[in-house]
């Protein structure tokens, strides 16, 4: 079955850099598209960025844009998260998760998410 594992959080201050990682299996990896997604507390999920199966285009939301960087490992079925430059606000248990190129359908189970705290 589709198993989405995001590792790679933690605490750091703010103006400080995390990378995390999210391992996929259950699935063609290399076909879908990938999905960073955040949740802060008493906040609805947001869509932090995306990047299509070949990795030839990539998306941010305007919050994180210039200081995030997502990328993919196809031959480890792996998809990154890097993350420069952070704010309080980026505060939020982080997602992962992968659409389909041509029904546009995103997995209905999500992981366990990574935890990011930014604060001094």
């Known amino acids: 079955q589709v198993q989405l594992v995001e590792s790679g959080g933690g605490l750091v201050q703010p103006g400080g850099s995390l990378r995390l990682s999210c391992a996929a299996s259950g699935f063609t990896f290399s076909s879908y598209t990938m999905l960073w997604y955040r949740q802060a507390p008493g906040k609805e999920r947001e869509l932090v960025a995306f990047?299509?199966?070949?990795?030839?285009?990539?998306n941010y939301a305007d919050s994180v844009k210039g200081r995030f960087t997502i990328s993919r490992d196809n031959a480890k079925n792996t998809v990154y998260l890097q993350m420069n430059s952070l704010k309080p606000e980026d505060t939020a248990v982080y997602y992962c998760?992968?659409?389909?190129?041509?029904?546009?359908?995103?997995?209905?189970?999500w992981g366990q998410g990574t935890q990011v705290t930014v604060s001094s």
């Open positions: 998760n992968a659409r389909n190129p041509v029904t546009l359908a995103e997995f209905g189970s």
């Open positions: 990047i299509t199966s070949a990795g030839g285009s990539t």
